[in-house]
């Protein structure tokens, strides 16, 4: 007997999504995917890209860190909130499951304690949790690519070729590089998906899905020892030491809750936790998206597209493809998009006159959407503009953090509804270029189907339908990667066999819910060719000076840096606000 036909209809299971600003529990009724209650915990400190929180000492450029115990907070706070929001007993829930951002390890001891945490290293940045958006590492990552092409390592062509910046091996090779002893008293580098399960059922676990795409383990082992050695003699066991612990597959229980995780949460001893999974590979299972040609959108600040695939193909600039990285059986395939929502919030935040602030708040709507209705009056090709969509580096397919944005043919009529439709348009053509790469590579896109946030926002998911020339069908539900989760806890718990029986009773999705307008596609065919020359010419080695620039504004922010406070030039004197 089922632990689900124990309880009967009434059983229950519990998603946690832990994002970039905030953790989200939600409360699912195992039986049919209702959603019954849900809450939100914001991060108290957020991301630490600036300061650190503890000493106020600033960051270098491109860093970003995050403190674990905000993540203990969000199942303090939000699991005993989405419960009474769900107004359940909580002794009907059968299993909790949860997801995480990647790649974003952690440095901890061997009993899970996070370095940060020890006596003495509170001030020491690099015992922070380093956050997926943490970019500092692209010369170690640029280190092990040019190593693993010069020894021929097998592995990097599941990867695209290239192996991002954001991923554990350069985040892990930048510590050893800069605090080596920090790296010296860390016992376990682990991704904060894995940390948390730890958390809650006592036991170390390793899920297939981090470990595939941000762990670069393929066909049952990681990189060998003397590739490790080649990139730093101290790097030779990171993988065996470190990383060594047996890989588990997504929906496979990871152990039962402890009581001290039972007191945070308000949850049952006892009951099942699941093998913990990325934000974006657990939500393809809630839109029920998990057949091959089925690309799954997670739109938010950035973007991660994930799809199953039958058969292993080497597409060039993927983040990477996993046997069972999504669901068993089947190859999951990944690419990304670093800045897509983040994007449109730079522009609002920092871009706009404040008449437009004035003119959104006597019409009681957000900057965003007065944007966005303004760009949607005029017609595809109307501003003249073409931009990169690179104001946060590239991740797909060109895996390069250096690189900046860009936006071609400004004049002096152009406005700022031109410039957000243009940056609309230019997230939207990256989108394209990665399902180009993928049908190019002989794995068909066939249907987008979309996640996230920016799914409630008609214009930019009519903008994206015509571009790519597909139709877009939107998850039913708001929480997509916590839905995800819920659903991997109700496998954990034996309510059913795998996760395709489980996604097809408790997904949910709209097909169809944007369809493509043929005249709007035809302009943007011309646009999207403009956006093709400008991406290669700027990104593929036609032209430097996008990297030239980053070099030379980190350069003067690292002589800035060391300048005594008093030789300084003051605010309106040249320094930076």
């Known amino acids: 007997m089922t632990a689900q036909q124990q309880r009967g209809e009434n059983a229950c299971v519990v998603g946690v999504d832990f994002g970039t600003l905030s953790g989200r529990a939600l409360v699912v009724r195992a039986s049919d995917g209702a959603e019954l209650g849900t809450a939100v915990h914001e991060f108290r400190h957020g991301v630490m890209d600036e300061r650190l929180a503890a000493t106020g000492e600033r960051l270098p450029p491109d860093w970003a860190l995050q403190d674990p115990e905000d993540y203990r907070d969000v199942l303090r706070q939000a699991v005993p909130a989405a419960l009474a929001d769900a107004g359940i007993d909580p002794a009907d829930v059968i299993g909790i499951a949860t997801d995480f951002t990647a790649s974003t390890p952690l440095p901890v001891t061997a009993d899970g304690t996070p370095l940060c945490q020890l006596p003495g290293l509170a001030g020491r940045p690099h015992a922070y949790v380093k956050l997926w958006k943490h970019h500092a590492a692209q010369p170690q990552a640029d280190a092990i690519n040019e190593t693993a092409r010069e020894r021929g390592e097998p592995w990097l062509a599941r990867y695209g070729g290239k192996i991002s910046s954001e991923w554990q091996y350069a ?19 682990i991704e904060a998906a894995d940390w948390i399960v730890w958390q809650l059922c006592g036991s170390e676990t390793r899920n297939a899905c981090t470990a595939g795409y941000k762990g670069i383990w393929q066909d049952g082992r990681y990189p060998s ?16 030491e470190l990383l060594a612990h047996p890989i588990s597959q997504l929906g496979g229980r990871a152990g039962s809750l402890t009581a001290q995780a039972a007191a945070w949460t308000g949850l049952p001893e006892g009951i099942a936790v699941a093998v913990g999974n990325v934000d974006a590979h657990v939500t393809p299972p809630a839109a029920d ?27 060039p600039g993927m983040c990477g493809v996993v046997d069972g990285g999504i669901t068993a059986g089947r190859w999951g395939y990944e690419a990304g998009q ?22 959104a708040a006597r019409q009681g709507i957000s900057v965003h959407d007065l944007l966005s209705a303004e760009a949607a009056r005029q017609p595809a090709g109307a501003h003249g503009l073409v931009a990169l969509d690179w104001l946060n580096g590239n991740r797909s397919v060109l895996v390069d953090h250096h690189l900046s944005g860009v936006v071609a043919g400004l004049t002096l009529a152009t406005r700022p509804p031109d410039i957000y439709r243009a940056l609309v348009e230019s997230t939207a053509f990256g989108t394209r270029v990665i399902i180009d790469s993928f049908e ?17 926002n008609e214009f930019i998911m009519q903008v994206y339908a015509d571009v790519t ?7 039913g539900s708001a929480q997509g990667p916590a839905l995800g989760s819920a659903i991997h806890a109700a496998v ?10 489980a996604a097809a009773t408790m997904g949910r999705c709209r097909p169809a819910g944007y369809t493509p307008d043929p005249a709007s596609a035809d302009v943007y065919d011309e646009l999207y060719a403009e956006y093709v020359r400008l991406h290669d010419y700027f990104g593929r080695g036609g032209n430097d000076v996008l990297h030239r620039l980053r070099a030379l504004r980190d350069r003067v922010l690292r002589e800035e840096s060391v300048k005594p406070q008093a030789a300084r030039p003051a605010a309106g004197q040249g320094a930076r606000p």
């Open 492 to 501: 954990a718990a034996g309510a059913y066999p795998d996760v395709p029986a």
């Open 289 to 315: 998206a998990i057949a091959p040609g089925q690309m799954t959108l997670i739109m938010g600040t950035s973007t991660c597209h994930v799809m199953n695939g039958t058969t292993l193909a080497e597409v």
């Open 440 to 456: 190019a590579a002989g794995v068909p896109v066939r249907e987008l189907v979309i996640a996230g946030g920016l799914l409630r």
């Open 338 to 359: 670093t800045g897509v929502g983040d994007i449109f919030a730079w522009f609002a935040d920092h871009a706009v006159p404040p008449g437009y602030r004035d003119q």
């Open 469 to 475: 020339r597909r139709p877009l069908s939107l998850i």
């Open 171 to 189: 985040k892990a090779l930048q510590l050893l590089d800069e605090e080596p002893e920090i790296y010296q008293r860390a016992d376990r580098w």
């Open 225 to 240: 020892r003397d590739f490790l050695a080649a990139l730093h003699p101290g790097f030779a066991g990171f993988a065996d």
